[in-house]
């Protein structure tokens, strides 16, 4: 089993990235969770299920062009900026490591992240690009942050 969660608040534009993702995502063996800006409320879930693998997903200005994404390591979070959510992404990733067997950070570099509902076009499509992706069982293909 394994779980993707997606991250942001939707009425922050592309912010909503990670939400989106979470409600268009479905694939055998997966658990999508629409995690909202709070994802602390999920760990339940990891704990239950235990999965294999949790892949986040959240808006994180990395300095690419947007649209593009990028696994990001746990020990780089505190170099990227992430979206509008409560609690630390790295105090939740702390928590929720023990519960899952490998967990993947996918950030999704915003094109505009102000008060609306809806994607831009860029990230609309980099988000379908992305559930491709995972649909695929390709995660791992996905570009490691560098910088």
């Given at each position: 089993?394994?779980i993707l969660?997606?991250?942001?608040?939707p009425?922050?534009?592309?912010?909503?990235v990670g939400?989106?993702?979470a409600?268009?995502f479905?694939?055998?063996?997966?658990?999508?969770?629409?995690s909202g800006?709070?994802p602390?409320?999920?760990?339940g879930?990891?704990?239950?299920e235990?999965?294999?693998?949790?892949?986040v997903?959240d808006?994180?200005d990395m300095?690419v062009a947007?649209?593009?994404?990028?696994?990001?390591?746990?020990?780089r979070l505190?170099d990227?900026?992430?979206?509008?959510h409560?609690?630390s992404?790295v105090s939740?990733?702390?928590?929720?490591?023990?519960?899952?067997n490998?967990?993947?950070?996918?950030?999704?570099?915003?094109?505009?992240i102000?008060?609306?509902i809806?994607?831009?076009?860029?990230l609309?499509?980099?988000?379908?690009?992305?559930i491709t992706i995972?649909e695929?069982?390709?995660v791992?293909?996905?570009l490691?942050?560098?910088?």
């Open positions: 089993m394994n969660m997606g991250i942001g608040n009425l922050r534009g592309d912010d909503g939400p989106f993702i409600r268009r479905r694939c055998l063996g997966w658990i999508s969770l629409d800006t709070a602390e409320n999920f760990t879930v990891v704990r239950r235990h999965p294999d693998l949790v892949v997903v808006a994180a300095g947007p649209g593009e994404f990028r696994c990001i390591p746990p020990q505190v990227v900026s992430f979206s509008t409560g609690p992404l939740f990733i702390q928590f929720i490591t023990p519960l899952a490998r967990i993947l950070i996918i950030g999704m570099q915003p094109c505009r102000k008060d609306e809806g994607l831009s076009p860029q609309e499509e980099a988000a379908e690009n992305l995972l695929n069982g390709k791992d293909q996905v490691v942050l560098e910088r």
